[in-house]
């Protein structure tokens, strides 16, 4: 009572209405189709405005040109239809393209992630995708089971999507490896790079080709130059991998502070054009002018070439300047989530303010023990590990358990972590309650 409805029933009760004679208006390519609210790493979300034009090229192009949908392809998603990784790539796009997909909601893949394998198992399942975190979930899984032990055969399974998030090599490898013994292929990975203003995807590496990945100088990657190393185990370098190549129909350039144009192995700024690239930002004309220029989206995102291959680096907002080094955060974090007792999404390294105003390298980390012994234990492990690892001294902070907040895709949420930390919405364990 007293809410404006028309009428509540079943979908028999709205068949049984008679049909309207009002005026048909189909909608035109430049129409908005829907509005995509993007997941919000290093700021508020906002609004990606999407026309049915940009929809489908989107769709054509990562159909035709991205995983090569065909007849016999089953497709299978746990991701969330209110992110654009699950709504266009596993939903959208198997509309337009006519595909066959099942579906496991998040909260069950969350609760047991190998359900995920299982579904993929037992229908030949061909094409799924997961941010990194999904697949280190499975092999951390499976790691405390005999092998064996399950009943899986995913040799049918030809691309493993990877996506939404900085790829872990060290992950996927652990992946690979611990479902080798029921028909996994490490040549299934398939690295891909998009975002919410394009619709979804921009570059794609080559189906069943497995992962390139590019082992650089760390110092060299502070003066925005990707250059060769040889992995020798040491903390010299850092691993990327390659997203592939720009879909048909867009362009990218990789672009210096100044607006050149980079060539190969030259960190800079990735740009990208195309038939997928949004309207705007829904009711934020300002923030629309920061990003999109003569029909360039500036992403925000660092990246370089790789021959032909796009490599993303890091967010541009996100590198820590440190007694004039580029240090860049997920190097911190990558650190400290292999420290044991800790996981992927433990940490979050930034930049707090001293007393003098001083900005000084800082990571806030998850710490689950309760006793003060083995708090002070953790919080020496990961400060100790930071210097061995990254070269700078960082401030260490225990914050409560499931504290620092995520993306909609599953991504830490630095810039909203120390927003919440700065206005007390995340306290340190000294001065949090005995049960946090």
Same mark, same amino acid.
């Given at each position: ?87 266009? #790539? ?23 992630? $190998? ?67 029921? #028909? ?9 790079? #998009? ?92 923030? &629309? ?9 500036? *992403? ?20 820590? %300047? ?9 190097? %911190? ?8 007792? $800790? ?6 390294? %930034?930049? $707090? ?8 390298? *800082? ?16 919080? &020496? ?9 990254? #070269?700078?001294?960082?401030?260490? %902070? ?39």
């Amino acid at each position: 009572q007293g809410v404006p409805l028309v009428l509540i029933g079943s979908l028999m009760d709205v068949s049984a209405i008679p049909e309207g004679h009002g005026e048909l208006r189909p909608g035109s390519a430049q129409d908005l189709s829907y509005i995509q609210y993007s997941s919000g790493s290093t700021r508020f979300p906002m609004g990606v405005m999407v026309t049915h034009a940009s929809l489908m090229a989107n769709c054509h192009a990562m159909n035709k040109y991205g995983v090569g949908n065909g007849p016999s392809d089953r497709g299978m998603s746990w991701l969330p239809f209110f992110h654009d990784m699950g709504l266009v #790539g596993f939903m959208l796009g198997a509309l337009t393209s006519q595909s066959s997909m099942d579906y496991l909601s998040t909260e069950d893949f969350a609760r047991r992630p $190998l359900t995920w394998l299982k579904i993929i198992s037992d229908n030949c399942g061909t094409l799924s995708y997961a941010p990194s975190f999904g697949y280190e979930l499975c092999a951390r899984r499976v790691s405390t089971m005999a092998e064996n032990s399950l009943d899986l055969d995913l040799s049918k399974w030809r691309v493993a999507g990877i996506g939404g998030e900085m790829i872990k090599p060290q992950v996927m490898a652990a992946f690979a490896e611990a479902f080798k013994p029921y #028909g996994f292929s490490s040549d299934a990975f398939c690295a891909s790079y #998009g975002l919410a203003e394009a619709v979804l995807a921009v570059s794609f590496a080559a189906a069943g080709k497995g992962m390139t990945v590019d082992h650089v100088d760390k110092r060299a990657l502070e003066g925005h130059l990707a250059q060769p190393l040889i992995d020798d185990g040491s903390k010299a370098g850092r691993t990327f991998v390659a997203c592939g190549k720009v879909l048909p129909g867009h362009r990218i350039e990789i672009r210096s502070d100044d607006g050149t144009v980079l060539g190969s192995r030259r960190v800079g700024g990735v740009y990208v054009a195309g038939p997928s690239i949004m309207q705007g930002y829904y009711n934020n004309p300002e923030a &629309t002018a920061e990003v999109l220029q003569d029909g360039w989206l500036d *992403t925000g995102d660092l990246g370089y070439w790789l021959v032909d291959d796009l490599v993303i680096v890091g967010r541009a907002k996100d590198m820590m %300047i440190v007694n004039g080094r580029n240090v860049w955060p997920q190097d %911190i974090e990558w650190t400290v989530e292999h420290i044991d007792g $800790l996981k992927s999404g433990d940490g979050a390294a %930034i930049l $707090l303010a001293d007393a003098d105003g001083v900005e000084r390298p *800082t990571i806030l980390v998850q710490c689950r023990p309760s006793d003060p012994a083995e708090r002070a234990r953790l919080k &020496t492990d990961v400060r100790t590990r930071v210097q061995e690892a990254v #070269g700078i001294a960082c401030d260490v %902070i225990l914050v409560p358990a499931r504290s620092l907040p995520k993306t909609t895709s599953g991504k830490l949420a630095r810039g909203r972590a120390k927003a919440m930390f700065l206005a007390g919405g995340i306290l340190p364990l000294e001065t949090s309650s005995p049960d946090a």
